[in-house]
């Protein structure tokens, strides 16, 4: 997978090269490009912003500077287009849906804007030519895209072929059956007072199995009980409903 991001603080996106994300670049299993929206200016100031049409506070990112950098980092001269991600609190939110859907692009781009966002008309102008998405992170603002970017790459990259140590931590992570996953322990046994679970030290594995099903579900019901009701008919069996 090849992965693009611009963004007027490329060193905001450092934190690609560390990690799980770093050993996904050093094993080419992902290749990334960070690109300085300045680098597509042309006056002395280098002027990526300028006052909102029709007043109000803030600024506004420049469609000319979005325009070229666009059409130069979304060409690759084979007829290739990315998949254009613009992150943006206005935006439909990112799941791990969105997460395992992108997984499978050959190429995204992201677009990360500052100030009080992107002028419309670059995300429509580039929704001539390829598939654009403007996605949230969450219920909150963030000051730019950046972090947001960071956030939805390290998603993706996880679940690509060959990045995760363990293929199936992937299968059993939260979301992936629509419930939060349940607690988990390691050794000693007993620490400050406190016992593992004696079911996961039975080696009676459909009981863990049963156990950590009626964990899952009972921390979803407390946590975020509204994953519940959204969990397709049928989901639940007749022993999940006495949970
Ligand atoms: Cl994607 N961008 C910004 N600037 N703020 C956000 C966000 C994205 N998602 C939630 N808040």
Redesign the pocket.
């Known amino acids: 997978m090849r992965i693009d991001v611009i963004t007027i603080f490329p060193d905001y996106l450092n934190p690609l090269r560390e990690a799980l994300l770093g050993k996904a670049i050093q094993r080419e299993r992902i290749a990334v490009g960070v690109h300085d929206l300045r680098n597509w200016t042309h006056d002395v100031h280098r002027a990526v912003d300028d006052s909102p049409y029709g007043g109000g506070p803030g600024m506004v990112m420049k469609p000319d500077v979005w325009g070229e950098a666009l059409d130069e980092i979304c060409g690759d001269g084979t007829g290739q287009v990315p998949r254009l991600v613009v992150?943006?609190?206005a935006?439909r939110p990112?799941t791990q849906r969105t997460a395992v859907r992108w997984s499978q692009e050959p190429w995204l781009v992201f677009a990360c804007?500052r100030y009080e966002g992107i002028d419309q008309r670059v995300i429509t102008d580039a929704a001539r030519r390829m598939p654009v998405e403007e996605?949230?992170?969450?219920?909150?603002?963030?000051?730019?895209?950046e972090?947001?970017?960071l956030t939805m790459i390290e998603a993706v990259v996880r679940l690509l072929p060959g990045v995760l140590g363990n293929p199936a931590s992937a299968e059993q992570d939260s979301f992936s059956d629509g419930l939060l996953e349940g607690p988990c322990y390691t050794r000693p046994e007993v620490w400050r007072d406190q016992p593992v679970p004696e079911v996961l030290r039975s080696g009676n594995h459909a009981a863990i199995a049963r156990w950590r099903r009626d964990q899952s579900l009972e921390r979803t019901w407390r946590r975020r009980p509204e994953l519940i009701e959204a969990l397709p008919e049928g989901t639940l069996d007749a022993r999940d409903r006495e949970v």
């Open positions: 992150p943006t609190p935006g990112f804007g996605v949230s992170i969450g219920d909150y603002v963030l000051v730019g895209g972090v947001a970017a």
